[in-house]
C-alpha cells in the first residue's frame, strides 16, 4: 500500500516563559518522539485524553504550526524543506476540519461564500466556476441549494460541521485531518456526521487522520487507531485487533470505560488513578508510570520500546 504520509520521530515542543526577563524556563513536550504511517485511503484515529498531543500531531503534520524536529513526509516530500510557493500549491491537497466550524466563519459572510472563499485564494477567478463547485459540494455534504445565502448563525451545529467540511472539500483534497469534528454535537447528530464522512472517503478515496478523545466514535470510521498518552504513542494497531486484544495498560482503562449495550457482559473495569501529570514535566520512565495498575519498579527507571509484537500490533510497555 501507499504510504501517503509518513512521520519520522517528530517532536513539537512549547517553550514555557517565568522570570523577569520572559526567559525559556521549560518546555511542554507536546508531542515527544511519535513516529506513524498513513497508507493513501485509510484512515487511522488518533485517541487519548485532551492535552495528550493529538491536535498537535495534527496540525504539525500539516505544518499549520512549525515542527521542533523529525521528519514529515507528505507523498514522499519533506513538507519542511518544501520552498514557500511549493508548499502553497500542495495546500489545497492536505485539509483539516475542526471540533467548532462556527468560530472559523465569519458571522457577516454568507455561507455559499465562506465554502469557495478557499478557491479564490488559489486562483479560480470566474465567479459562475466558483457558485457551481459550491452548489455542488454542499450538496455532497448534504446541505441544500437555498442555503447559500444563508449566515452561519442560521445553522445548527451539525450544518455548521457539514460547512465545515464542504469548505474542506472544495479543494478536492487527498488527505484530511479531522479533529473531534463530531465531539461538540449530539450524539444523534455524531452518527449522522461520522456517516458523511465515512461516503466522502469511499466515494472521493480520501485518507484520513480522524482525531478523537472517544474510542466508539473512532471504531466506526478508523482501519487502525493509535492512542496517545502524554505526547507519547502507547499503541497502534488495527481498529478490530485493538479492540479485540488491547495491549497496553491504558488502552485497556480507555476501553473499559466505553458503555457495553449488553448488561450481562461482564468486563473489568480499570478506573485510572489520579490526574494526567503535566507534559511540562513529565514522570520518568514510562511517562504512564503514576496512573498504570501494573506498574513496578523498572517502570520508573526505564522508557519502555515502542515495539511491534506481531500483526502490526505496535505497543510500549515492559510488561506486554
Ligand atoms: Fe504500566 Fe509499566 Fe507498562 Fe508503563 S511500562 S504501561 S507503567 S506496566
Ligand atoms: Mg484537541
Redesign the pocket.
Known sequence: KEVLMQVDNLKKYFPITGGVFQRTVGNVKAVDDVSFRIHRGESLGLVGESGCGKSTIGRTILRLNEKTDGTVLFQGKDLYKLPKEELRRMRPKMQIVFQDPFSSLNPRIKVGQAIGEALYDHGVTDSKVVRERVLETMNICGLASYQYDRYPHEFSGGQRQRIGIARALIMNPEFIVADEPVSALDVSIQAQIINLLSDLQRDKQLTYLFISHDLSVVEHLCDRVGVMYLGSM?EMSSTEELFRNPL???TKALMSAIPVPDPTYKRDRVVLQGDIPSPANPPS??K??TR?????D??KQQA?EYRDVGNDHLV?????
Open positions: 502507547v497496553h495498560p491504558y520512565g514510562c504512564f508510570h498504570c495498575p501494573i506498574a513496578s523498572i517502570c519502555p510500549a510497555c515492559h510488561f506486554v
